[in-house]
């Protein structure tokens, strides 16, 4: 047993690595044996440090370049020595697997690839050209392992800051539009970066990026010109180095802020739009791709495959492969590719975000929130009401509870996959008592479970699409009416209403959808709730990104002054904008969601002529139906000699698993080209699996 503890001793020096991911204490074990073998040296001084502090910036890394650097250095050396390990045993592994003659690999092998049993030949070599061998193994494998981890542990920090400078210039429009907003309303610059900042989740990375000059100047004291130079300098969007050193520069010359960032508002307003462009771009291109790699590919080998099984040999074992392995695992891999490609793009653009954050407002303190001192702990002041805002604490808490199970229906409108609880469950019991006994036998399995499946995803799936699109509708016909919402308020607080009574009148106009929340904005100011309070309830019940930017402006600006009709108009124009490019890509993908469809009905319809119709007619004419002209015996000669029993029912089988296969990944495809969501997809996917149930099962 002696063999294993080298072994042993490579899985516990990787253990921690590995440990560290869940264990807190682990990982500051790690960081601490790291600073203590190699703190000194990565403290030293360089060029490359320099560069090395840089992209750590660059990646915005929460922690230091010490820590990181002795990190990746204790990573390579741990890795390099397990590696170096492993590769002993692999060597000792190739060794057993060539313990086999030359003859006998001679004879299995064409007389062309002969040479290749030369190669069993290892198991005779001496004691030291077996160490020499063993050795180069370990040393190489280490070796590599070592390097690899180095230069991977960097290489990340790369890839990261160019995922963040792709998300710092999605999101720089709409953060350029709010400090142009906040601006107007007589907010001083310092606090509006302040207000940015602690609405950092709304507005996205670029809000973040700011923060770090917020965070210097609340922090370490620093002026506003050197923290924005600095952030400038750090940053690795080129848009945002090139706005923060024009900023910096108009501060610090005394030029008009409002002109400078209304020119840079209208500026960006029209790179969002060629933005759209691009993206709507690059999203036919995935949507071709789609059709002619995921669709058309698959559609033309199976139909091959299936011509050279009747005909030459079969070949139903490489049909499942295709099937059962390659169609969802090549799919599966390209939705992850459109998500990890466009997901910062279309939540910029106007595509869904799964959850909307609570928002910051100045000077606001929410009734639903608890007293907080200045370090966010809840105040010990011991006023004589301690217990009674205990008993109110845990009220609060029971009533969250209870509101949930007394609105079930809002809950599950507003989080559909919830359904998922129901539904699976009720799925799983249908398949059971569709199914009866269940065969051992993988594929008589299949053939007794597919269809009930089937209906069961149908179920599930239905009611999940039935959910969301409800919700989304909802959202959307607010949203619809948003900018004229907020053009009715500015121009009635343009003519010197406050603004309570502009919410009052109001509530007396015609909003369509938003109509109801808007009154229930008013009770709450007639029950004595702060203005401010109730348009953050009401953004919280309508839950949708769009509104949420505009409360963000509204509420913020009241803080400031009670003149906010310049800033409801740019809140209203930013409305309008994400309208329109929502409306743009619904228009414009319309065409490759067609597209998609069109292409699962070819795919659909051949492979069910090949199950009904082709097949059979093959099976036929093996069988010694009657062939054409009336002459008996059916195919006996000539290119179809080679035909042996064609097994029709495990062709149909296969062909129905491939579509139903093709109508699941082409709905979720359809679903995230189209409108931006998995979710959206929900809806193609009942579709189209009706449509193939239709077509296998009962025709």
């Not at 709304?202 to 000059?213: F, H, K, L, S």
């Amino acid at each position: 047993m002696l063999w294993v503890l080298p072994l042993l001793l490579a899985v516990a020096v990787v253990l921690p690595l590995a440990l560290e991911q869940v264990s807190r204490p682990t990982r500051l074990l790690v960081s601490r044996a790291a600073l203590s073998l190699f703190g000194e040296y990565v403290a030293n001084e360089s060029p490359r440090k320099q560069d090395q502090q840089s992209r750590l910036r660059a990646a915005h890394v929460e922690t230091t370049h010490r820590v990181y650097a002795a990190r990746t250095l204790l990573y390579s050396l741990l890795l390099g020595v397990s590696g170096s390990i492993f590769g002993v045993y692999g060597a000792a592994a190739l060794l057993f697997v060539l313990q086999v003659s030359g003859e006998a690999v001679r004879a299995q092998l064409p007389a062309a690839l002969g040479f290749l049993s030369d190669l069993t030949q290892v198991t005779e070599l001496a004691l030291t050209e077996l160490f020499t061998l063993v050795f180069v193994f370990s040393a190489t494998v280490g070796t590599a392992l070592a390097f690899g981890v180095y230069y991977f542990r960097w290489a990340m920090l790369d890839e990261r800051a160019d995922t963040r400078a792709t998300a710092i210039e999605a999101t720089l429009p709409r953060t350029i539009a709010f400090v142009y907003a906040l601006s107007r309303s007589g907010m001083a610059f310092p606090a509006i970066l302040d207000t940015l900042t602690r609405n950092r989740e709304v507005y996205g990375e670029a809000a973040v990026e700011i923060g770090v000059a917020v965070r210097d100047m609340n922090t370490f004291g620093t002026d506003v010109l050197s923290a924005l130079d600095r952030m400038a300098s750090r940053t690795p969007s080129e848009s945002l180095e090139e706005f923060g050193e024009n900023l910096a520069s108009v501060l610090g010359s005394g030029q008009s802020l409002s002109n400078f960032l209304k020119g840079q508002y209208d500026r960006y307003q029209e790179e969002a739009e060629a933005q759209q462009r691009q993206y709507l771009d690059l999203l036919s291109t995935f949507a071709e791709a789609y059709v002619t790699v995921f669709v058309a590919g698959p559609l033309f080998f199976i139909t091959i495959l299936v011509v050279i099984g009747l005909v030459l040999q079969d070949t139903l074992a490489l049909l499942r492969v295709v099937v059962y392995l390659g169609i969802p695992l090549a799919s599966v891999a390209f939705i992850a590719y459109i998500n990890s490609t466009t997901k910062t793009i279309s939540g910029t653009l106007g595509g869904e975000r799964d959850e909307i954050p609570s928002i910051e407002i100045s000077g606001v303190t929410d009734v639903d929130d608890p007293v907080t001192d200045g370090d966010g702990e809840a105040s010990t002041v011991d006023d004589g009401w301690g217990a009674s805002r205990e008993r109110l604490a845990a009220y609060d808490r029971f009533e969250s509870v209870l509101g949930w199970l007394r609105s079930p229906g809002e809950l599950v409108l507003r989080n559909p996959e919830y359904s998922f609880v129901l539904t699976v469950p009720v799925g799983l019991v249908w398949v059971g008592l569709r199914s009866g006994s269940i065969p051992i036998a993988p594929l008589a399995a299949l053939r007794t479970i597919d269809t009930p499946l089937v209906e069961a995803t149908l179920f599930g799936t239905g009611v999940f699409a039935l959910l969301y699109e409800i919700h989304k509708r909802r959202v959307r016909a607010i949203e619809k009416v948003i900018p004229d919402f907020i053009d009715r308020l500015a121009s009635i607080n343009d003519a010197g209403v406050s603004i309570v009574q502009s919410m009052e009148r109001l509530t007396r106009s015609d909003l369509d959808a938003m109509t109801p929340e808007l009154q229930r904005a008013w009770q709450d100011v007639r029950w004595g709730a702060d203005v401010r309070a109730a348009f953050r309830r009401m953004e919280r019940r309508i839950d949708s990104p769009m509104m949420t930017r505009a409360t963000v402006l509204i509420t913020n600006a009241m803080a400031a002054s009670g003149e906010i009709a310049p800033v409801l108009e740019i809140a209203a124009d930013e409305a309008r904008a994400s309208r329109r490019l929502q409306r743009e890509r619904r228009q414009e993908m319309l065409t490759y969601m067609m597209v998609i469809y069109i292409s699962f009905f070819v795919f659909i319809g051949i492979v069910f002529a090949l199950s009904s119709s082709f097949i059979p007619a093959i099976d036929n004419a093996e069988l010694g139906g009657v062939g054409s002209g009336g002459v008996p015996g059916g195919v006996t000669g000539g290119v179809f000699s080679g035909l042996g029993t064609v097994d029709t029912a495990a062709y149909t089988l296969l062909f129905f698993h491939a579509a139903v296969m093709q109508a699941v990944f082409s709905g979720l495809v359809a679903g995230q080209l189209g409108e931006g969501s998995l979710s959206d997809g929900a809806k193609h996917v009942v579709v189209l699996l009706t449509l193939t149930v239709i077509a296998f099962v009962f025709l």
